[in-house]
């Protein structure tokens, strides 16, 4: 919890719940479950892999976070491209998940540094 990165993902989670309230209601089992579940795993892996006991299982869990950012931006792309929502709409969202990416990126190489020591 004290890792500003995961706050950041805990702000992204919100303002993706936020986001898919309004889209259109057959998408509750689709676009709308495929985000939030894939925002809230951001959070998640970040604070599994500090919970881990070794370096190297938090790099794998940071990974996993990686990799859930890259699939939130590209469901948020998706929905703006149906017109779930604008591109203003997401902006916020598409910001902070930049950040967030730079983030992990740089705790990853911070980690793996001290796993090479």
């Not at 869990?61 to 931006?73: K, L, Q, R, T």
Request: aromatic share 6%; glycine share 6%; hydrophobic share 45%.
């Amino acid at each position: 919890k004290d890792l500003i990165v995961w706050q950041k993902g805990i702000v992204l989670v919100k303002q993706i719940y936020k986001l898919t309230s309004v889209f259109p209601a057959e998408e509750k089992f689709g676009l709308i479950s495929q985000l939030r579940r894939a925002a809230v795993s951001i959070p998640s892996n970040i604070a599994e892999g500090q919970a881990r006991r070794t370096t190297g299982d938090f790099i794998h869990f940071i990974s996993n976070a990686e990799g859930s950012v890259a699939e939130v931006e590209t469901q948020l792309l998706i929905a703006v491209e149906l017109s779930f929502c604008t591109e203003a709409q997401a902006a916020s969202s598409i910001s902070l998940i930049v950040e967030i990416r730079k983030m992990l990126n740089a705790l990853r190489r911070t980690l793996e540094g001290r796993a090479s020591k």
